[in-house]
């Protein structure tokens, strides 16, 4: 098998069908699984979602975020992003304001209850997936995690 070369000068591996729909079926069922039990209303039915934890946690680690920069963090549209804010707002969990050093710009910040409703959220998403990764060592847990990483930054550096 020749491997060919895309047009950002990208080696393309050669992978036959059967191996593209095997991926494919393991990554959507594994998706539904995680959806069901690790991330949904059931599983934690006090936490907030998994999209509203990667934004809580962003703006625990960063400060406030511009709106523009939660949509490109949670890969929505920004009317989608607007709406997760809102409900985060409405639930007490940030707060909007006007960045001081341009008018135009709305900031989100986490509140205090924010960062308690994350820290519980965290906690019951921390003890699931303890259960589902004890099949695995953790050289296979990094593994996955690097592997996992890796197709990111390709897909997100637009090299593919």
Not at 105 to 125: F, K, M, Y
């Amino acid at each position: 098998m020749n491997t060919s070369i895309n047009e950002t000068n990208t080696p393309i591996v050669p992978v036959n069908d059967e191996l593209l729909d095997e991926l494919d079926d393991v990554i959507l069922r594994m998706g539904r699984i995680m959806a069901s039990r690790h991330f949904g209303p059931e599983s934690c039915p006090d936490s907030v979602t998994m999209p509203q934890a990667m934004l809580l946690r962003s703006m625990e680690s960063h400060g406030a975020v511009k709106m523009s920069e939660v949509a490109a963090l949670l890969a929505i549209k920004p009317p989608a992003a607007s709406a997760a804010v809102a409900a985060l707002e409405r639930a007490g969990h940030v707060e909007r304001s006007i960045d001081p050093t341009d008018r135009r710009v709305t900031l989100v910040t986490i509140t205090p209850t924010g960062r308690d409703a994350l820290h519980v959220s965290e906690a019951q998403r921390h003890a699931i997936m303890r259960s589902f990764l004890a099949v695995l060592t953790l050289e296979e847990i990094r593994t996955l995690i690097g592997v996992h990483n890796k197709l990111i930054e390709a897909m997100t550096s637009n090299r593919i």
